[in-house]
């Protein structure tokens, strides 16, 4: 079964980090791109960062770059985000995402939660 | 880069149809064909329901089916049932490697 499982969420007070990690199962990881997406209470969804598994280039919403870092280990299975200097406005739940087709992603993890709050 | 506009709320009946629109600009849902559709119940992570404009991951049922004219993309549920009470969410490329995605809409089976 094809899956994705996310965990390092919680709470953190402003300008903290946090470290995301996404495991991937049930198919070649390093095969696919991958993408962190966001979405903030009662919001829609965000894109944040994505890593390209061909050309290994990665990209990163106006929102977040300088402050997350995506990072993958392709012998573990494993997607990272690096959150550091973090603001109330990073509160969401952050999924973990396979790019597929056309910029979607076909596949998502169940997320995980962020609160950044004193 | 701005999110693209989808109406906050859609409804109708069992059995009919409702089509649920988003509204982007030239450099996102006007210049290119990446636009796809998710469908997300309650507490529950997105799932794919349109990719690339017109084309259905396979298992979903082909009462789901995507458009697009200029910059306006357009999701079209028929023969409503009650499971596809949702929020609905649009997305594009939007150059320059961005995703772009819209506000989300709230489908009620009525």
């Known amino acids: 079964e094809v899956q994705l499982v996310e965990s390092g969420g919680g709470l953190v007070k402003p300008g903290g980090s946090l470290r995301l990690s996404c495991a991937a199962s049930g198919f070649t990881f390093s095969g696919y791109s991958m993408s962190w997406v966001r979405q ?13 598994s061909r050309t290994r280039n990665i990209y990163y919403a106006d929102s977040v770059k300088g402050r997350f870092t995506i990072s993958r280990d392709d012998a573990k299975n494993s997607l990272s985000l690096q959150m550091t200097s973090l603001r109330a406005e990073d509160t969401a739940v952050y999924y973990c995402a396979r790019d597929s087709s056309g910029w979607s992603r076909d596949v998502w993890g169940q997320g995980t939660t962020v609160t950044v709050s004193s | 880069q701005s999110a693209l506009t989808q109406p906050p709320s859609a409804s109708g009946s069992p059995g009919q149809s409702v089509t649920i ?38 298992g979903v049922p082909d009462r789901f089916s995507g458009s697009k004219s200029g910059n306006t993309a357009s999701l079209t549920v028929s023969g409503l049932q009650a499971e596809d009470e949702a929020d609905y969410h649009c997305s594009s490329y939007g150059g320059s490697n961005n995703l772009v995605f819209g506000g989300g809409t709230k489908l009620t089976v009525l």
């Open chain 2, 21 to 58: 629109s988003c509204t982007g600009t030239s450099s996102d849902i006007g210049g290119y064909n990446s636009v796809s559709w998710y469908q997300q119940h309650p507490g529950k992570a997105p799932k794919l329901m349109i990719y690339e404009v017109t084309k259905r991951p396979s």
């Open chain 1, 40 to 52: 903030a209470p009662g919001k829609g969804l965000e894109w944040v960062s994505t890593f390209s």
